[in-house]
């Protein structure tokens, strides 16, 4: 009767309450008699009664404030959810406090146990403070919010209490009050300034996977190439890097950034292209790259800001698979050269680049050498791999002197890790923030020691992580018991003698993270890569446009992301060695057919295309006989021409060549590198020489005989009419004549020395070889006989 006038939804008065729970309790009476007197049943037959157990899912989405003080309101909001298949009758969600945790392996186990209905819950406490619900329907999630004075908690000293959010209730095969589900989290409570203070560092990671290509257009700009436009989502409005940047920009923390991202986005913010299927397609979020980047300028201006190697390369892959092929660790050199700069021209502040951090803090000897190597005199650490094997009582400072002048910063693994799995849920994201609370101040009170303790959390948390640990570190940094400070700081402070300096060995890394390193094979085919590189570079007029963003994609085959990704990893490396491959087959040689040489010597000319933007330079054309006893190349076996072309062009090399015996030769065209090393492909074609036969040579012979005749005979003709016109003899044969001649030659006559006596010699003179004979006799005015030859 007193049920039913309660009406659905409504909550029962407590009298009313009381009367259902005395009522029920007085009419089981018998029933639970006669069960007394059964023979006890196995242990299974009670697994009906504890599946009743836990049936409520209770879900504390808030828990303001996270760490409260004297004369706060603790408010407790959430939602509980009958999970079971019966209705839950008289229920109430109440809040209960246990004794407080002294040890921080306390707060782990209470974190195994937190949602177990059937441990202890802790001290309820007065029923003023609490929801009721008359019935929770199966699969119907009701939300729940009271709030509680502190002062009425009655908490003690200070340190971690534990909190119980516990729904009881009734169910009709159990008519008595059960707790049905709880949900235990932790109460921080230092109300009063510690007297020593934790300083606590934390890294605030912007780091992100690999984005660009190697690709670039071939314009002036070099408008970069992006594998995807995800790096776009990321930086927009609620995403990933773009919650980093904004609830970082409120916090005391250390910038821990990869060039590679800065690089990108600023390539992004000019003017970039997509990939899409075999073509590319022009990017669309120019604006939301500008603002990101403007954003984060303003972000970092006086904050400490920690530089990652170009491409957040994996330390842990280097040491263990990269060493051992040669120019992996010049790689990582460069990649630690050019972070500095990268930062600088975008962020316009000085980064630090003597840290290294490998994968989740974990190292071993190989890994820190590795890691100095490359530059880097401070490894970031964490406790589960450097971990203390000293039996102290308390958590050392972050800073350990490892030896040669290198110090590891050893991140606290339960605080950094606080906030790893999926946070989307407000009700685990809230137990996440509580708990790196209460295992903050556990630490704190462990020793009146100043300490320096440095949280390194996941390299890329999501955008549901970010918010859980910028929740926890606001808390934090405005608590009573932490202050923050700068992991320069960190590293510099007095390290505790007790604490661990030994470094693991190589057989001491886990397993699980040694199956997702990178192998040795994809660092031989990044060597590969490079190879070609240097010898493509070489021929460059402009090696920048080349070697700079082929450089940095060499960096990113390395990098921590590709972990997991091995098929993205390779794939990332294919595209690389293929574009360049593409680029240095835009300088080759023109294929030739067979070549005829009819004769004993010829040119043989030899084609270099260069289909580049830039020209080329510096390249030896060599021209080799593969049987230079038949056929020579300028002399010898081979003959080598250095060769220049303009980008877009071709030119041509003429060879002089010797034939020395009939017959088809091979020759090979190849070109060379100044420092004597193959490029490209060589051309390979045949010279076919043909013998000059005896009969083609009277042929040719004769010829030249006949036009040699022909020319002598001529010149004679001509002698002959010079000497005619020349002879006074010749004037109608009459004899010398006293009147001046008119002829043509006789002026030339007169013009001669002495005249016509100088001419002519005397009678008596001796006759000079050089005085020919006339060339005909004196021609006669008389008719001519028969058959004699008339000149006219």
Do not use: C
């Not at 590891?408 to 606080?418: G, H, P």
């Amino acid at each position: 009767m007193a049920e039913a006038a309660d009406f659905p939804g409504m909550t029962p008065s407590p009298a009313r309450r009381w009367l259902r729970r005395t009522g029920a309790l007085l009419a089981s009476a018998p029933l639970l008699a006669g069960l007394l007197q059964l023979p006890a049943s196995p242990a299974h037959a009670a697994t009906p009664a504890a599946a009743d157990k836990g049936s409520v899912a209770v879900a504390v989405d808030t828990l303001t404030p996270s760490a409260p003080r004297e004369g706060d309101t603790l408010t407790v909001s959430g939602t509980v959810t009958n999970r079971g298949k019966r209705n839950v009758t008289d229920a109430r969600v109440e809040l209960r406090i246990g004794s407080a945790l002294t040890t921080r392996s306390a707060i782990d186990a209470a974190v195994r146990e937190s949602d177990d209905a059937t441990g202890p819950s802790g001290t309820p406490l007065d029923d003023k403070y609490g929801a009721e619900f008359a019935k929770l329907t199966p699969g119907v999630a009701v939300p729940f919010s009271f709030s509680v004075p502190v002062d009425d908690l009655d908490l003690g000293d200070d340190g971690v209490y534990p909190l119980g959010v516990a729904l009881s209730g009734e169910t009709a095969a159990k008519p008595w009050e059960q707790v049905l589900g709880v949900q235990r989290t932790f109460l921080p409570w230092q109300p009063d300034a510690a007297d020593t203070r934790t300083r606590t560092t934390v890294l605030w990671p912007l780091i992100s996977t690999a984005h660009m290509t190697a690709e670039t257009a071939s314009n002036e700009q070099q408008t970069p190439v992006f594998l995807d436009d995800e790096l776009a989502a990321e930086i927009a409005p609620g995403g990933r890097l773009e919650q980093m940047l904004s609830l970082g920009r409120n916090l005391d923390v250390t910038w821990v950034i990869d060039p590679d991202l800065l690089a990108s986005v600023a390539a992004m913010a000019n003017a970039y292209d997509v990939q899409d299927g075999d073509g590319r397609r022009p990017g669309g979020h120019r604006e939301v790259a500008e603002r990101w980047l403007a954003d984060l300028q303003k972000a970092v201006q006086g904050k400490e800001v920690v530089a990652l190697p170009f491409g957040d390369p994996d330390l842990a892959s280097v040491a263990h698979n990269g060493t051992t092929v040669t120019g992996t660790l010049s790689q990582l050199r460069t990649a630690t050269d050019v972070a500095a700069t990268t930062v600088e021209g975008v962020l316009h502040v000085t980064p630090s680049t003597e840290f290294a951090w490998p994968v989740d803090g974990a190292v071993d000897r190989s890994i820190v050498k590795v890691a100095t190597s490359a530059g880097a005199d401070k490894v970031i650490a964490r406790s589960d791999s450097l971990g203390e094997s000293g039996g102290l009582s308390y958590t050392p400072s972050a800073a350990r002197p490892i030896g040669g002048g290198t110090t590891a910063v050893v991140a606290d693994s339960r605080l950094s890790r606080a906030f790893e799995g999926d946070l989307t849920n407000a009700s685990t994201s809230t137990l996440a923030v509580q708990e790196f609370l209460a295992q903050s101040l556990a630490l704190n009170l462990q020793t009146d020691k100043q300490r320096s303790v440095v949280v390194a959390p996941q390299r890329m948390p999501s955008a549901a992580q970010a918010q859980a640990l910028a929740a926890a570190v606001t808390a934090l940094q405005g608590s009573t018991w932490s202050e923050p400070q700068q992991l320069t700081a960190a590293a510099a402070a007095k390290p505790d003698p007790d604490a661990t300096t030994k470094v693991p060995s190589r057989s001491s890394y886990p397993s699980a993270l040694a199956k997702r390193e990178l192998s040795r094979s994809a660092f031989v085919e990044i060597a590969t890569t490079q190879e070609r590189l240097d010898n493509f570079k070489l021929i460059l007029t402009d090696q920048s446009r080349v070697v700079t963003p082929f450089g940095r994609a060499i960096n990113r085959e390395m990098s921590t992301s590709w972990r997991g990704r091995g098929a993205e990893a390779s794939s990332f490396r294919q595209g690389v060695q293929t574009y360049l491959t593409t680029l240095t087959d835009q300088v080759k040689l023109i294929e030739k057919s067979e070549t005829k040489l009819s004769g004993r010597s010829a040119t043989i000319p030899v084609t270099a295309q260069n289909d580049l933007v830039q020209g080329v330079k510096g390249l030896v054309l060599r021209l080799t006989s593969t049987n230079p006893t038949r056929l020579e190349i300028g002399g010898k076996a081979y003959a080598e021409q250095p060769i220049s072309v303009s980008g877009g062009h071709s030119t041509s090399v003429k060879f002089d060549t010797s034939a020395n015996a009939n017959g088809q030769t091979a020759v090979v065209a190849q070109l060379y590198t100044a420092d004597g090393r193959p490029y490209g492909a060589p051309v390979t074609f045949d010279v076919r020489v043909t013998e000059i036969t005896a009969t083609v040579m009277l042929v040719i012979g004769g010829g030249v005989l006949l036009l040699v005749l022909a020319g002598f005979r001529m010149y004679t003709q001509r002698k002959r009419a010079a000497a005619r016109a020349s002879d006074p003899s010749d004037d109608d044969g009459t004899g010398p004549s006293d009147t001046t001649d008119a002829s043509p030659a006789a002026p030339a006559a007169q013009d001669r020395p002495g005249g016509e006596a100088a001419a002519r010699p005397e009678p008596d003179a001796p006759v000079q070889p050089s005085d020919g004979a006339p060339d005909t006799a004196v021609e006669s005015g008389d008719p001519s006989a028969t058959g004699e030859r008339v000149d006219r």
